[in-house]
């Protein structure tokens, strides 16, 4: 994205968060877009965080040989690293693929299809209603979704240790709980919001503009998506950067 992409995905926006001439209307698409991203993704986040949980403890269990350092050391690295680093980047990057993808292709097929341009005759703010209820649905359903996460991925962490025996129930569970700072939730959750942001408006901004047919919104989808995972990784950096 170069500084002229730039100034119109911040004209875009400033165009989205224009006041809403009915409230009704928007209100009904930002629970329709808290329906497709939160309880959409939800089956999704919860097997990988799973997953990731599992194979984490393992890899940890597998790292830690020496009999000097407690099995508990365990759990509190997995929560760690799921609560700062696991859960808000993996999940926001999944949630690209999958929500920005379909929020890419919806509105650029509505572009080339000139629906867009059918709004903006009838005098509606097309970027306010078709792009401010999916901000406000992803920087309210990501941080849920990501809570979802830290507490599956834990959850898998604890049965992946215990059914392998590379701990025990008593020793992950004091590890969790042992030195615990709240902080990091905190951290996370910042991260979730910025990360939802981005997950929601970048690929509203590439498929806004997208001109030609079905191939161009095609590559404005990929596109969106590619730019969506490089930002979520710089803004990772910088807010772990500013808050850690």
Known sequence: MNFTNFGRYILLLKAAF????KWSIYLKAIFQQMNFIGLGSLGLISIISTFI???????????LVSDFIPKSIIGSVNRDSTILELSPTISAIVLAGKIGSAISSEIGTMRVTEQIDALEIMGINAPGYLILPKILAGITMVPILVIFSMVLSITGGYIGGTLSGAVTANEYIQGITTDFNPYTITVALVKAFVF????TSVP???????????LEVAQA???AVVISCISILAC????TQLLL
């Open 18 to 21: 224009r006041k809403p001439e």
């Open 53 to 63: 949980g599992a194979v984490m403890t393992l890899q940890i269990a597998f790292q």
């Open 196 to 199: 939802g942001f981005i997950i």
């Open 204 to 214: 509203a901004y590439e498929g806004f503009y997208v001109k030609g047919g079905a």
């Open 221 to 223: 989808s990929t596109r």
């Open 236 to 239: 990772d950096y910088i807010v």
